[in-house]
């Protein structure tokens, strides 16, 4: 039981939740590099900015966890970048509990935008690079990705800010007044929040 506390604890503290809309903690980030490529980062004046080197058609960048989420209805991002080459791909993925990587190939996003692009109702539906005899949304999804593949070796940078995954349900607990207090608890390994007569997952959907 305490093991399970620690970790719904720690849920909290990772994503902001508010009605179905998961927001991405910026300082979460982890590095993911392919052999002999890296990825520095720190977060300045609400971005994540990312450094990294790797070579040709390699890749280097971030990843956060997602703590096993069953569904995603989309994403939304903003992001820029600084390549000093002729085309660097910008590939934003779901990973899922499997290990396949889901991007969107009809978005082919580059990083040679020094101005800020917004992007929302991304889904990433399509296997990046992976193998799997199962569909999209058929495993939970563990981490949400963005990383630079170049078409020549290169070192250079890119930014990300106001990441946030959509999810489904999530419509009943802001119609709760928020004035009452809320208590948390743990059913079956589950987290639930008692608030105003009505409970809520960790999700923000209304457990009936």
């Known amino acids: 039981m305490k093991k399970t506390l620690l970790f719904a604890a720690a849920l909290f503290a ?14 979460a980030a982890s590095e993911i590099a392919y052999t002999n490529c890296s990825a520095t980062f720190a977060v300045s004046d609400g971005a994540l900015n990312v450094n990294y080197s790797a070579g040709a058609w390699e890749w280097a960048g971030v990843e956060f966890d997602l703590n ?21 791909s910008f590939i934003i993925y779901l990973r899922d509990s499997e290990g396949a990587r889901w991007y969107d190939d009809a978005d ?28 999209f949304g058929e495993r939970p999804f563990t981490k949400l990705g963005f990383m630079a593949n170049p078409m020549v070796a290169e070192s250079s ?13 999530g419509t009943g607990i802001e119609d709760v007044d928020v004035s009452a207090k809320a208590v ?24 009936k």
């Open 14 to 27: 990772a994503v902001t939740l508010n009605a179905g809309e998961i927001t991405i903690d910026l300082n």
């Open 157 to 169: 940078t890119f930014s990300i800010r106001n990441i946030k995954v959509i999810v489904p349900g």
């Open 108 to 135: 082919d996003f580059s990083l040679s935008h020094a101005d800020w692009l917004v992007k929302t109702g991304y889904l990433p539906t399509k296997l990046c690079w992976d193998v799997a005899d199962y569909a």
């Open 184 to 207: 948390k608890m743990v059913r079956d390994g589950q987290l639930l929040i008692i608030r105003d007569g009505k409970t809520f997952n960790a999700l923000g959907a209304e457990v």
């Open 68 to 88: 096993n989420l069953e569904a995603v209805t989309s994403l939304s991002f903003d992001f820029k970048g600084q390549t000093p080459n002729e085309w660097t």
